[in-house]
């Protein structure tokens, strides 16, 4: 007998000074597209709805510590160097999280500094 589990992710929320800059960067990177916006925030999602979508919100502050929670990317149609070279050129950055020299993963940042992670094996080699 197959469960309903009684909630799913509906989205997840990244906090940011420029909400523009970041969901635009975030768009590109996935190929989603803008699906509300009022003065709060904006949120994205891929062009069929689905979830969970990505809302990012205005907050005062700057980023200061390490995230505690981020995405983790893999590539998809294409190598992970060129997609590694694709993020680079829509300002994603390199950071030092603490990660060794030898993990088989790329740590990144958006254009606010948050966190996320380019895995070494596309989807094709999952």
């Known amino acids: 007998m197959m469960m309903t589990m009684p909630c799913r992710i ?3 929320v990244i906090d940011a000074i420029r909400p523009r800059v970041v969901a635009d960067f975030w768009c590109a990177v996935l ?3 803008v699906t509300d916006e009022d003065t709060d925030g904006i949120s994205i999602a891929p062009h069929d709805r689905a979830w969970p979508t990505i ?3 205005a907050v005062p ?3 200061t510590v390490k995230n505690r ?3 983790d990317l893999r590539a998809d149609g294409v190598t992970t160097s060129e997609e590694l070279d694709r993020l680079l ?3 994603a950055r390199r950071v030092d999280v603490g990660q060794g020299p030898d993990v088989s993963w790329v740590v990144l940042a958006d254009p606010e500094g948050n966190e996320f992670c380019l895995l ?3 989807v094709q080699e999952v």
């Open 10 to 12: 509906a989205a997840i």
């Open 31 to 33: 190929g989603w597209r």
């Open 55 to 57: 809302d990012v919100f």
């Open 61 to 63: 502050e700057d980023k």
């Open 69 to 71: 929670l981020h995405l």
């Open 89 to 91: 050129a829509l300002g």
């Open 120 to 122: 070494s094996r596309s």
